[in-house]
Structures are given as structure tokens and as C-alpha cells.
Nanobody, 123 residues
Framework: QVQLVESGGGLVQPGGSLRPSCAAS????????IGWFRQAPGKEREGVSC????????YYADSVKGRFTISRDNAKNTVYLQMNSLKPEDTAVYYC????????????????WGQGTQVTVSS
């Protein structure tokens, strides 16, 4: 069964850090670009970061550039999103997705989606 499972979300104070992970089962992440998206209540889903399958190129939304880092561990079939200097506006459900191309933040370029992990930044 093809599946993506996110974990590692939670509640953190402003300025804190979290590192959600995205683990794949039923397929190998090596051959897929991975994207992280988020959706806050009442807002549209937006792309946060993505990493290519070929050369490990990364791409970040302006709102998280310099604070978030995406990485992949192919041996563990897992992708991570290191989130530092978190702000209340980062509060959202974070989803990972896998796709065969390099669609960056085009959700239609991704075939598989996880169920999401909640990230809440609040004092």
C-alpha cells in the first residue's frame, strides 16, 4: 500500500523549532520530488518547501526562507522539514506530497499526499 505519513508536529512557543518528518511506505522516495504544503484555518493551501529527486535542489516560499530547511534521507525513505524561528503565522496543518516531476508548488504535480500533521505556534 502506497502511503505517506507525517509526524513531528506539535505545539511550540514563538521562536521555537520543530522537525516534522514524512515517511513513505509502499514506494521509494528516491525517485520522487517531495513537497511540503500547509493550510491554515480559513486559508488556501500553500506551498512551503520542496526538494527534487534528481540533484536535491530545494525551493522555499519567501515566508519561510532562511528559517525552514528541507532534507531527505533516502536510506530511511523519509523527508524532513526543519522549522526554526517559528512564528504564530506558521500555525497550520502541514502536508507532505510526492510526485514524479519537479512541479515545485503545483499541487497537481504530486500524486501522493499524507494525512497532515498539526503545527501550532503560540505562547
Amino acid at each position: 500500500q502506497v502511503q505517506l505519513v507525517e509526524s513531528g508536529g506539535g505545539l511550540v512557543q514563538p521562536g521555537g523549532s520543530l522537525r516534522p518528518s514524512c515517511a513513505a511506505s509502499g514506494f521509494t522516495l528516491d525517485y520522487y520530488a517531495i513537497g511540503w504544503f500547509r493550510q491554515a484555518p480559513g486559508k488556501e493551501r500553500e506551498g512551503v518547501s520542496c526538494i527534487s529527486s534528481s540533484d536535491g535542489s530545494t525551493y522555499y516560499a519567501d515566508s519561510v526562507k532562511g528559517r525552514f530547511t528541507i532534507s531527505r534521507d533516502n536510506a530511511k525513505n523519509t523527508v524532513y522539514l526543519q522549522m526554526n524561528s517559528l512564528k504564530p503565522e506558521d500555525t497550520a496543518v502541514y502536508y507532505c506530497a510526492a510526485g514524479p516531476g519537479w512541479g515545485r508548488f503545483d499541487p497537481y504535480e504530486y500524486d501522493y499526499w499524507g494525512q497532515g500533521t498539526q503545527v501550532t505556534v503560540s505562547s
